[in-house]
């Protein structure tokens, strides 16, 4: 895999919280540092019951794990797992290929079925995939905006490829209000109440105010309305 394909799938992945489950030091240690490689969040446990236990606890975007494990196996774990959340993504990685296994899988939604001996190649190419298929899933709390920029819409930043991006305070409200409204449109005079809290209608305020963000940005995030105001650029269709 190239590694600018490599450096797009960390750019994505990165900021995901995972839960990995695997009984074997040797095997947990090795993969962990590959799964580091994607991953900056990333929980162990060494069996199904502790991983369950962690999951109950605590919100994760996916979960990684063996099969093979005394307490609770990785199947069981699943099934526990899907009773709760049916939408969470799922890795398996096992050295064992059992068509009961592969079957199980289908069942429960299973997004990747890797056999050990693994390869940080292959680790890629099924994250690639995952990412893929679950973008909606990891970006519930979020709107998806031009050029890879992503405004969080929980906790009120802007990002680029995972790294957050330092806004004025006015800037904040201006994505802010965008995010609230509907049609992701403003007016004018609705830009001037919500971000300057003042009746004092003024577009020159709001045209300084785009423009400068658009300097600091190098792009455009907002499309100008003939007549109207603004709207925010995002991605339509993922």
Do not use: C
Request: glycine residues 2%.
């Amino acid at each position: 895999m190239e590694q600018n394909k490599i450096i797009e799938i960390i750019n994505k992945s990165r900021n995901l919280k995972v839960l990995y489950v695997e009984d074997n030091e040797d095997v947990r240690n090795q993969t962990k540092k590959m799964l580091s490689a994607f991953f900056q969040n990333i929980d162990l446990a060494v069996n199904g019951q502790e991983g369950f236990e962690l999951f109950s606890k605590n919100p994760y975007d996916i979960l990684i794990t063996d099969i093979k494990m005394p307490e609770i196996d990785g199947m069981t774990l699943i099934k526990m797992i899907r009773e709760v959340n049916d939408s969470i993504p799922i890795l398996i990685l096992s050295a064992h290929d059992d068509k009961d296994y592969l079957l199980k899988s289908i069942d429960f939604n299973v997004e990747g079925y890797i056999l050990k001996p693994y390869n940080l190649s292959q680790i890629a190419e099924t994250i690639d995939k995952l990412l893929n298929r679950n973008e909606k899933v990891f970006h519930k709390n979020s709107l998806l905006l031009i050029e890879d920029f992503v405004w969080n819409i929980e906790d009120k930043f802007l990002a680029k490829n995972g790294e957050k991006i330092k806004l004025t305070a006015n800037e904040i409200k201006l994505f802010e209000n965008f995010a609230k409204s509907p049609n992701l449109s403003l007016s004018y005079n609705d830009i001037e109440s919500t971000v300057f809290e003042d009746y004092n209608f003024d577009n020159r305020r709001v045209r300084n105010l785009l423009s400068r963000l658009k300097k600091k940005l190098d792009v455009e995030l907002f499309n100008s309305v003939y007549g109207y105001g603004y709207e925010l650029r995002t991605v339509k269709e993922l």
